[in-house]
């Protein structure tokens, strides 16, 4: 069975595919909606551009720079915090087909890139990094789901409001059940099923919630970097609350200590400061002056 259900308020999808047929080649989900994700990220991003004035083909070479370190750095950050997996299977290293993509990875690689481009194109990095930060929520809201048709990156067994209803048999890696999911399953028609948190979904809300907060903000910022700080505050904040729950955490080498909880605490603390620091020193830019267009000659 493929199905996926939220029981508890009554939710079900049946014959949930992870991937179509186009043009001859089986097409992921997974990476049909991350990819749905960057566009529409991206959409935002220039559109604030636009209406602040600065160049949208400069804005779009830094995400441009940023979505590519972005997803090479998401990868890096899933293989290497996986490597017990991917050193006795290194031919699965570019296999990103069944997902495997580290989000703080690309989060840390493409604002670096971001911020390498906006220094060469001579835009104030803070300026940018609060039009460019958008695509992040965006992007991580609308990707999120590919986690859905992938079976994967869900919580620990539950019976609340919003527990997922998963066939045992479709869960992406067999790794992610743990004892009390198996304790607490059933079997219909055959079928065994496991209930858990869709953390997944969790994120997803989370972000969304993020990126209202930071479009309420935008025009009312009091300084330059403001919303990007702003942003790695409020996610880290949900993330280290959401991923405690998951079953897939990856662990910093050597220890059980989930890599994306340090990671977190350490972007509260470093983004507390610079909103801290931006409030009492921080500036404001003026918008620059858009470009008028020539009036056209009346002809006689």
């Keep these: 069975m493929n199905s996926i259900a939220f029981p508890n308020i009554g939710i079900e999808f049946e014959n949930v595919g992870q991937s179509l047929q186009l043009f001859g080649y089986n097409v992921a989900y997974y990476g049909i909606i991350i990819g749905v994700g960057m566009v529409l990220g991206g959409a935002l991003v220039l559109r604030k551009a636009h209406v602040s004035g600065y160049s949208q083909d400069d804005i779009l070479d830094c995400m441009i720079a940023g979505l590519i370190a972005g997803v090479i750095g998401a990868r890096l950050y899933y293989v290497v915090f996986s490597w017990d997996y991917y050193g006795a299977h290194p031919s699965d290293i570019f296999n990103l087909r069944q997902g495997g993509l580290g989000i703080y990875g690309g989060i840390i690689f493409g604002t670096i890139a971001g911020v390498l481009m906006m220094i060469h194109k001579k ?131 050597g220890t059980d200590i989930p890599v994306s909880v340090v990671v977190s605490v350490i972007m509260i603390i470093l983004s507390s400061i610079g909103l801290i620091y931006g409030f009492k020193k921080g500036i404001r830019r003026p918008r620059p002056e858009k470009k008028q267009k020539p009036e056209k000659k009346e002809e006689k």
């Design 123 to 253: 835009i104030p990095v803070p300026v940018g990094a609060d039009f460019c930060i958008f695509g992040f929520p965006v992007g991580q809201c609308i990707g999120r789901w590919g986690n859905f048709f992938n079976r994967e990156a869900f919580g620990e067994y539950t019976n609340g409001l919003f527990a997922m209803r998963l066939p045992v048999d479709a869960v992406r890696s067999s790794d992610d059940i743990t004892e009390l999911m198996v304790k607490n399953a059933f079997t219909v028609d055959g079928t065994q099923f496991i209930t858990v948190h869709p953390t997944f979904l969790y994120e997803s809300a989370w972000n969304l919630l993020v990126l209202i907060v930071l479009l309420l903000v935008f025009n009312k910022r009091k300084f330059d970097g403001e919303i990007f700080c702003l942003y790695f505050l409020l996610y880290g904040i949900g993330r280290a609350m959401i991923e405690p729950l998951r079953t897939d955490q990856l662990k910093l080498l």
